[in-house]
Nanobody, 125 residues
Framework: QVPLVESGGGSVQSGGSLRLSCAAS????????MGWFRQAPGKGREGVAV???????SYADSVKGRFTISQDNAKNTLYLQMNSLKPQDTAMYYC???????????????????WGQGTLVTVSS
């Protein structure tokens, strides 16, 4: 298991922005696919965005055009820029790392083998 540590969550009003970060250590970060997932109270875990080792990205339809996933390989850090936030974006956000590639990772969180502890995002109307 690889330690992943998220940060950057908080409370914002609808229309606001946040940037989440996920710091990874102890492995060949650049050769892994990384993803952001979220889980709202009473709901299942939902894929938000994925980026593979070649920099290809996939997004959930609900966040396309508003969220951007990126990574800084030199810093072993994954980011999620979230703009135009909506109350329905309220959730615990988790980053994950896995050895496979493909857009289908977005709907298969079980294919990721390392997870962070989560950071809470609350959007008020």
């Amino acid at each position: 298991q690889v330690p992943l540590v998220e940060s950057g969550g908080g409370s914002v009003q609808s229309g606001g922005s946040l940037r989440l970060s996920c710091a990874a250590s102890g492995y060949a970060y650049s050769s892994y696919s990384m993803g952001w997932f979220r889980q709202a109270p009473g709901k299942g875990r939902e894929g938000v965005a994925v980026i593979d080792s070649d920099g290809r990205t996939s997004y959930a339809d609900s966040v396309k055009g508003r969220f951007t996933i990126s990574q800084d390989n030199a810093k072993n850090t994954l980011y999620l820029q979230m703009n135009s936030l909506k109350p329905q974006d309220t959730a615990m956000y988790y980053c994950a790392a896995g050895p496979e590639s493909g857009w289908w990772l977005l709907v298969n969180p079980n294919r990721f083998d390392a997870w962070g502890q989560g950071t809470l995002v609350t959007v008020s109307s």
